[in-house]
């Protein structure tokens, strides 16, 4: 596998999926076999999950729906609450297992999280314990709305504490009323160690310019 990247989020909701489906697309342009992972999910209607979808649809066919997602929970709850109640314990090593069984497949492998990325697993780990895990560099999506500043500054110092590499960042106009929005674009710019690789408009769901260049060096974009 020539790449790996890990989608992380300042929050819930903040677009990771539609910013991994959108990589996952560009990468294909490319002609890379770009495969989507989406460890655990929460929240499914007849055994399918909305977020696992997208990066099966985004990504290279043939990929096996159970090295995809592991853990898929039915109730649209916090993964550490819905493990308990379905009586499973989520598992890193089979995460990691999936993981290199997808990385054998594939030239690019791009992992979403799940919540934010202190979101809780069990009563000791968190979602950063699974880019720790599998190795990877983190793209952070920041949702932009009141507020985001300071989750993504907090997440930014979460990922380094991790001793892990922050590779890029997205920001997501999910708030159309924001007041301000691109002096808050700014004032990340100037705070995020890491290149702004996309900007992405509010409105319905389409594809928007992404920076590979800055994120994979020596790869330019589509």
């Known amino acids: 596998m020539k790449a790996g990247f890990f989608v992380a989020g300042t929050d819930t909701g903040v677009g990771k999926t539609f910013v991994a489906a ?54 649209p709850i916090a993964p550490h609450i819905a493990a308990v109640e379905a009586g499973v314990r989520i598992d890193l090593s089979v995460i990691e297992m999936a993981f290199q069984q997808l990385r054998s497949q594939a030239d690019v492998l791009v992992v979403e999280g799940v ?19 599998l190795g990877l560099p983190v793209i952070l999506v920041v949702g932009l709305r009141l507020g985001c500043l300071n989750h993504a500054l907090l997440t930014q110092a979460a990922i380094e504490a991790e001793g892990l590499k922050l590779a890029g960042w997205v920001a997501n106009r999910v708030d159309p ?14 705070r995020l160690r890491a290149p702004l690789i996309a900007e992405v408009p509010f409105g319905a769901p389409s594809d928007f310019p992404v920076a590979l260049e800055r994120l994979w060096p020596g790869l330019g974009s589509p």
Do not use: T
Request: contains cysteine; aromatic residues 4%.
């Open 22 to 75: 959108a990589l996952l697309r560009r990468f294909g342009a490319l002609g890379l076999r770009a495969a989507g992972m989406k460890p655990i999910a929460a929240g499914c209607e007849q055994g399918r999950n909305g977020d696992v979808e997208a990066l099966l649809a985004a990504g290279m066919g043939g990929l096996d729906r159970s090295l995809v997602c592991p853990y898929l929970f039915e109730p």
């Open 115 to 133: 919540g934010g990325f202190r979101v809780p697993l069990d009563e000791r780990a968190d979602a950063g314990a699974i880019p720790k895990r």
């Open 177 to 190: 009323a924001m007041a301000r929005a691109e002096e808050n674009i700014e004032a990340l710019r100037r």
